[in-house]
């Protein structure tokens, strides 16, 4: 059957205390609102709506810098959870399948669990799992998986309270039942507000099935504060590491490690202490990562050695056995196989060929204040410590510097270029200059 999903991100988010939309706030590198939407990973969505309301155009943007075909549809006044969803009533009333309405500040619904609620056959399902009492979230009032009704805090009763099975948010009816229960939802309760959870009631007294799947309640933790987005940060580091571990990726620390919501590490590849990585890092196998590198938007190949202190920005290609080392940062540059770059360098806007050995200190002079310009160097080059490299330049294969050269005109193959000033010696000069600074000195104190 075809899938598609509402998701509610209207609300302000008072508790975040922020100028920024609540689900724009991140985690792992990816907004809240992102995080939901990978909650429809298993599902495969043929359509995804997002309703907006603060922040609306900031969403919307967000959303489709995503996904250019995620829809979106505005609620400009909050009136509650029932009539958020019947927004988008326009845009899925006549889809021919099942919508799922999921809330876009609530980040660890697993993909697999979505697709359970939606394999399940009743008219309606809703999501719920087990909690502490004292909790204020809305009660299912079921019996085993047969759900009568679902019971707001704020409106149920002692016994109700009671009631440890509790709502998620989630739910999931074919679209013309979804709309057409929508339409009957009243705000006749203490909050005064539309309940999307009324439909569970409206679709019994239809004599509709409405079923309840369970999960964890760690999966159903929404974010309303920033000690919320804290935590939701530490559960999702957590999760992740644990998968990286599964992999057969060695984590020395593993709590120091920071991980993205996309980043991708092959098998036997070593991560030491306090590595940290932005999105977009592909990392494969047998690799290591040094401490305290810092990795974003790049691609480490085979047997890679990277750091300690290294910084590998967005459109840093690594391949197969080469050597980043401390102190260095790379961005938008190529190293070809078996080329190193040890120590304090910047390589920037530049193409590096195979087994070229890059000295100590050498900058590629990459920006002239304007425009950025292309450094290239050769397979087998050798470029001596302190070298600038004057971007455009090329330095041909096998070709070398000599140390604290600036080079602003290409080097051809094979040649070596030098670019600095001559060496003069003046033999025992050093000695007549500090006796006659002594000499000035000492008259001074007289
Ligand atoms: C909701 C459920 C409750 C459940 C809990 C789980 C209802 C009535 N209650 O309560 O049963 O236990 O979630 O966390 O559904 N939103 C809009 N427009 C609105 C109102 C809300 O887009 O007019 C969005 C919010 O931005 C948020 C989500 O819907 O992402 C949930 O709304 P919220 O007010 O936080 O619902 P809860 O009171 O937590
Ligand atoms: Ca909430």
Redesign the pocket.
């Known amino acids: 059957m075809k899938t598609a999903l509402i998701i509610?991100?209207?609300?302000k988010?008072t508790r975040m205390q922020s100028d920024l939309p609540?689900?724009l706030h991140q985690i792992a590198g990816a907004p809240l609102l992102i995080h939901a939407l990978a909650s429809g990973r298993d599902i495969t969505p043929e359509r995804t709506v997002i309703?907006t309301?603060h922040g609306g155009e900031a969403v919307t943007a967000a959303a489709q810098d995503h996904d250019p075909d995620i829809e979106t549809v505005e609620?400009s006044e909050?009136?509650?959870?029932?009539?958020?969803a019947a927004q988008a009533a326009p845009l899925l009333r006549d889809f021919d399948g099942k919508v799922a309405v999921l809330?876009?500040?609530?980040p660890h619904i697993q993909p697999e669990t979505l697709a359970r609620v939606m394999e399940n056959d009743a008219d309606l399902t809703v999501l719920g799992f087990h909690a502490d009492p004292s909790t204020r979230?809305?009660r299912l009032i079921a019996a085993g998986d047969d759900l009568q009704a679902?019971v707001?805090w704020k409106d149920a009763s002692e016994d109700q309270r009671a009631v440890t099975l509790?709502?998620?948010?989630v739910m999931a009816a074919r679209a013309e039942v979804m709309f057409s229960l929508l339409d009957a939802v009243d705000d006749d309760n203490a909050a005064g507000?539309f309940?999307?959870?009324q439909i569970a009631a409206i679709a019994r007294d239809r004599g509709m099935t409405a079923k309840v799947v369970e999960c964890e309640e760690a999966e159903?933790l929404?974010v309303?504060s920033r000690a919320d987005l804290a935590a939701a940060e530490a559960a999702f580091q957590a999760r992740k590491r644990a998968e990286m571990l599964e992999l057969g990726v060695t984590l020395q620390a593993p709590d120091t490690v920071i991980l993205a919501y996309d980043t991708v590490i092959g098998r036997d590849v070593t991560i030491e202490p306090n590595v940290v990585f932005g999105p977009g890092v592909t990392v494969e196998t047998g690799a290591t990562l040094r401490a305290f590198s810092h990795l974003e938007g790049c691609h480490v190949a085979r047997g890679a050695v990277v750091g300690p202190y290294a910084r590998l920005r967005p459109g840093a290609e690594l391949a197969e056995d080469t050597k980043i080392g401390n102190f260095v940062e790379v961005k938008n540059a190529q190293i070809a196989e078996g080329a190193k770059v040890n120590h304090l360098s910047y390589v920037g806007d530049a193409t590096i060929g195979a087994r070229s050995n890059i000295g100590a200190g050498t900058i590629t002079c990459n920006y002239d204040g304007v425009m950025k310009h292309h450094t290239t160097v050769g397979e087998g080059a050798f470029i001596g410590s302190n070298t600038m490299l004057v971007a455009p330049v090329t330095v041909g294969d096998e070709a070398m510097t000599a140390s604290g050269s600036v080079i602003t005109s290409d080097v051809p193959e094979g040649a070596l270029a030098v670019a600095r000033a001559r060496q003069e010696t003046k033999p025992g000069l050093a000695r007549k200059l500090m006796a006659r600074l002594r000499a000035i000195k000492a008259s001074r104190k007289d």
């Not at 509610?8 to 609300?11: E, F, Q, S, T, V």
């Not at 909050?78 to 958020?84: E, F, I, K």
């Not at 809330?103 to 609530?106: A, E, H, L, R």
């Open positions: 509610l991100a209207a609300g988010g609540k689900v309703v309301g609620q909050q009136l509650g959870t029932g009539h958020a809330f876009g500040d609530t979230y809305g679902i707001e509790c709502n998620s948010g507000e309940y999307l959870t159903t929404g309303n």
